[in-house]
């Protein structure tokens, strides 16, 4: 699972075209989890179906392990990221 200062094997900037458009889901987004989560089911079907290689298995995994640290994260973080920066 990766964080902004270690990146995970999967890690969309690394990973990125220069121009390739991208989204972020923070882990204080109450619907990151789910989505993530929905991500990683439909790609589950990618690979069962043969659209997906087998070895997409390891992003999907990262990414139902993402999910589950996500939402330890927000539990222990509550709030955290609404305090006002100190300049």
Same mark, same amino acid.
């Given at each position: 699972?990766?964080? *902004?200062? &270690? =990146?995970?094997p999967?890690?969309?900037?690394a @990973?990125a $075209?220069p121009? /390739? =458009?991208?989204?972020? $889901? +923070?882990?204080?987004? =109450?619907?990151a989890p #789910? +989505?993530?989560? /929905?991500?990683?089911?439909?790609? #589950?079907r ?7 290689p ?6 999907? @995994? /990262? ?7 996500? #939402? @330890?994260?927000?539990?222990? @973080?509550?709030? &955290?990221?609404? *305090?006002?920066k100190?300049?």
């Open positions: 699972m990766g964080t *902004k200062d &270690k =990146p995970a999967f890690d969309c900037y @990973n $075209l121009d /390739e =458009p991208m989204f972020i $889901l +923070l882990a204080r987004d =109450p619907h #789910r +989505l993530i989560e /929905e991500w990683a089911i439909q790609r #589950r990618d690979i069962d179906m043969g659209e997906r087998k070895e997409d298995q390891a992003m999907v @995994n /990262e990414a139902i392990e993402c999910a589950d640290n996500m #939402r @330890n994260w927000r539990f222990q @973080n509550h709030g &955290k990221w609404r *305090k006002p100190s300049d």
